[in-house]
């Protein structure tokens, strides 16, 4: 997994609440042998005129001129703001590979479903949850001015706003410590690989012949 | 101090760490991959630029998506698109990553469960994972096989380890001896019948006594194969000699000095005279008769001489229902005699019965007959290519073909039907798999789990017997 210790990035405000899975990805998606490759896809019914399919070459399709994605000034954001319990419905992977794939390392929003929140953190991305209050403001300063940037510094746990004030928020320790390490499930057992090599050493000793 | 039982000798055996609130790495001796649920997994050490930790430790089959109808060539024959992908992309992963491939047209490729232990690429003592939940069968040579998901594929092909708590111990004692025509399959068919699909969870699950020491190695697969329609993750069988002469001489077999050395660690790998179990279960093997499911989970199972069940007799309401729902999708009535119930389709194969002894026994029964007119459709898939060579030596191939089965190249087939082989709407289907869950072996299919034996006479019939009657 990408570490993630501190970034400064361009904001896209999705204006919504529940955004579902289903829209982050749609079901036709699944079918992919891949976790890789779904940026492209990512929130696809709302991004195109017409209907996405696997393995397809989107370049030439047919974009919604309006979706905020689309616009000009919000191209490069990496940091995603949006509204209550983003990641709703279906538990699939698929939806953290696909806002992962496509750029997005932070997610700001005042909660998440639950399967999604924690599969965010296991594919390097960090949802941050902020009251409504500070929520709102933030979207009304995106809109304000464009190229609005945020910096999101984890090992603060602070978001800096570009006239220098600080807004605290909260993260479980151990989630921190895996992404400011870039450590997932693999990367925890690999802090142990002296263990394991012990381990494989002593193995070869007792029953060789699984070792030849 | 207590003694040990084979499940604790072999986890002992394989802990690398362990934390204070039991959570264990377990050091994974053998990989086996297969197409379905491996891509992903490859495409996440791809993604995080990891390495198998021990390459040659992984081997890979493809056996979901394969036809088994006559090759017309390699996978991009495969007319189904995502079939042909996954099978495709199981070759050009194991390419890159360096990884043992046996590829459609190769003799070697098959059911990744037959391949395994024919290859002696799953040993006594080892520990033992694939992506797919009937990995239990392994255990049938005393390894500690586990099912596990796509995000531990990756796991152990990058670290080499497990992450598991310890499950608790089980065992299944069945001691007497069966009746002539009674198999394997009925046996685990009964057991699944008397504690249920959800008997073994959380459970390691023994089976002991005098019917598994007087058992074949390969029926003791069967058995092992379907603990996990019992609700247990791993199945186990004590090693002894019958485990070792198996073993011998298989490709992946230790040899010389080496298989002498194995061969002497062995003989520990089977539970103490005083080890405790925390559940214990007692069957008498005398009484076993052959089995035939009637509904739609492994536990609605029943006597060939039984009667289906009647909704109306049943107390409990929950139970009731789950009665009713499954005669309605099965197309059967209350109280109507097992033998009754017609057979359209008979499917001998899968991962619990496609071994030689199991194309012997059905064999067995069929020569010299045919197949009943009122059978729409009789497939036999071998396991694997070796079983199919093998069988076709001994001329088996003829008494299916003769008898009216069509014979079919090695695969997963109608087990599932993730190929073409599927079993119509409606129809009821005698099938030596391990599943009859609703659409399993195709939408609106019926499914009937039975030996290889009750498969085959069933075809002759037309309708379920007592294969003891055709002895
Ligand atoms: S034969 Fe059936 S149960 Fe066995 S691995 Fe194949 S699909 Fe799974």
């Known amino acids: 997994m990408d570490k993630f210790v501190k970034l400064t990035a361009i904001v896209a405000p999705m204006d919504r609440a529940n955004v579902d899975t289903d ?19 990512l929130f696809d019914e709302w991004r195109y005129e017409d209907v996405g399919q696997p393995d397809a070459d989107n370049s030439g399709r047919p ?8 616009q000009p000034r919000y191209q490069g954001a990496k940091i995603l703001l949006t509204r209550e319990n983003f990641g709703c419905g279906s538990s699939r992977e698929h939806a953290p590979w696909a806002l ?17 929140f924690n599969n965010s953190f296991k594919n390097g991305i960090l949802p941050i949850i902020l009251d409504d209050k500070t929520v709102d403001e933030l979207f009304q300063e995106v809109y304000a001015s464009e190229g609005y940037q945020l910096t999101v510094d984890l090992d603060a746990q602070q978001i800096i706003k570009p006239n220098g004030e600080a807004i605290a928020f909260e993260v479980d320790s151990f989630r921190r410590h895996c992404l400011l390490h870039g450590l997932d499930d693999i990367g925890l057992t690999l802090q142990h690989q002296n263990d394991i090599k012990s381990y494989e050493e002593k193995r070869k000793q007792q029953a060789p012949w699984l070792f030849a | 101090m207590a003694g040990k039982t084979l499940y604790d000798k072999l986890w002992d055996a394989h802990v690398v760490r362990q934390e204070e609130d039991g959570t264990a790495l377990i050091y994974i001796d053998r990989q086996l991959l297969h197409e379905v649920t491996s891509p992903q997994a490859f495409e996440g050490l791809r993604l995080a630029h990891r390495k198998p930790w021990r390459v040659e430790t992984n081997l890979a089959t493809c056996d979901h998506n394969v036809p088994t109808t006559e090759l017309k060539g390699g996978p991009e024959t495969i007319e189904d698109p995502v079939s042909r992908t996954q099978v495709i992309t199981l070759g050009k992963n194991a390419q890159e990553f360096g990884i043992t491939e046996f590829g459609m047209g190769d003799p070697r490729q098959g059911i ?30 005393g390894a500690l096989a586990h099912g596990i998901g796509t995000s531990e594929v990756e796991h152990v092909m990058a670290t080499q380890c497990l992450i598991q708590k310890k499950m608790k111990n089980m065992l299944i004692k069945i001691d007497g001896k069966l009746q002539a025509g009674v198999t394997p399959k009925d046996v685990v068919l009964a057991i699944i019948g008397k504690i249920g699909t959800a008997g073994g969870t959380g459970c390691a699950m023994e089976f002991g006594g005098q019917v598994f020491r007087d058992m074949s190695v390969e029926g003791r697969m069967t058995v092992c194969n379907m603990a996990i329609e019992a609700g247990a993750r791993v199945g186990l069988v004590g090693v002894d000699e019958k485990t070792v002469e198996y073993v011998k001489g298989r490709p992946f077999a230790p040899k010389g000095e080496m298989w002498d050395l194995a061969v002497e660690a062995w003989k520990d790998l089977h539970s103490d005279d005083d080890a405790k179990f925390d559940i214990v279960v007692e069957m008498d093997g005398s009484t076993i008769e052959p089995q035939v499911s009637w509904g739609t989970s492994p536990e609605m199972v029943l006597d060939i001489n039984g009667m289906v069940p009647n909704p109306d007799k049943e107390t409990d309401p929950v139970k009731a229902n789950g009665i009713r729902r499954a005669l309605d999708y099965m197309g059967l009535k209350a109280d109507m005699p097992v033998k009754d119930i017609p057979v359209e389709y008979v499917f001998i194969g899968s991962c619990t019965n496609s071994r030689i002894e199991d194309l012997r026994a059905a064999a067995s029964v069929l020569k010299g007959k045919k197949i009943s007119d009122k059978v729409e459709l009789a497939i036999a898939v071998p396991g694997s290519g070796l079983v199919k060579q093998q069988a076709e030596q001994e001329g088996l191939d003829k008494i299916f073909i003769e008898a009216g089965f069509e014979w079919r190249n090695p695969g997963c087939s109608m087990c599932l039907a993730m190929n073409a082989d599927r079993l119509p709407a409606g129809k009821h289907c005698a099938s030596t798999s391990n599943r009859n869950f609703e659409g ?32």
């Open chain 2, 440 to 471: 399993r072996q195709g939408a609106g299919g019926r499914t009937h789990l039975v030996s290889p034996e009750m498969a085959a006479a069933a075809a002759v019939a037309g309708h379920f017997v007592d294969v003891r009657d055709y002895l």
């Open chain 1, 63 to 70: 974009l919604r001129k309006d979706f905020v994605l689309n």
């Open chain 1, 23 to 41: 829209a982050i990805i749609p079901k036709q998606f699944l079918k992919s042998i891949k976790r890789s490759g779904f940026g492209p896809n």
């Open chain 2, 112 to 141: 990744v469960h037959v391949v395994g232990p024919e290859e002696g690429a799953t040993l006594p003592g080892m520990t033992v994972v694939c992506g797919d939940s009937h990995t239990a069968t392994h255990g049938a040579l």
């Open chain 1, 100 to 116: 992962k794939d496509y750029g997005f390392d932070v997610i700001i929003s005042p909660s998440y479903a639950d399967i999604f």
